[in-house]
């Protein structure tokens, strides 16, 4: 019978699509649309995680195109307006990235979702090089499990 997972790397998904600092705008956008994610790490050098880009990053260039920016700093926080004008991964991305590592529990995993109100986390080891991803539905396939798997756990 299969051990019931328990750690971040029993759940995790090892294949990330990602972009480097330097990435233009719409690469980002072309990258997500063609892979279908709504976020990415971003990384630096061999592959540490210095950020991550998401579609909330990419929006304030599209919802102050038509406007003048300095009639919404009075209701947005300044780094929408300045991600507004920004053109490479580096200037978009949410920093520092929230990450996570691979022997963490998935309720570690989880609060760290839930207090910092985000939907991923890029999975790192002890020097920040990327591992992997854990999303929302990656933590809640423990809950697929048949009933007789969650009893056995029980009687264990």
Do not use: N
């Amino acid at each position: 019978m299969p051990e019931t997972p328990h750690i971040v790397s029993d759940v995790m998904t090892h294949t990330v699509v990602a972009v480097g600092r330097d990435a233009p705008f719409k690469e980002i956008v072309q990258t997500m649309e063609q892979w279908k994610v709504s976020a990415m790490p971003v990384l630096e050098g061999e592959g540490r995680v210095i950020g991550v880009v998401s579609e909330a990053d990419l929006l304030p260039k599209e919802e102050f195109r038509d406007s003048d920016p300095s009639l919404f700093e009075q209701h947005r926080r300044l780094s929408d307006v300045a991600k507004a004008g920004a053109v490479t991964a580096g200037e978009l991305m949410s920093t520092p990235a929230i990450t996570v590592h691979p022997d963490a529990t998935l309720a570690q995993a989880a609060r760290i979702m839930a207090v910092r109100h985000v939907k991923r986390l890029p999975v790192v080891d002890d020097l920040d090089m990327l591992q992997g991803i854990v999303s929302r539905a990656d933590l809640l396939k423990v809950f697929l499990r048949s009933d007789e798997d969650i009893e056995e756990e029980v009687r264990r």
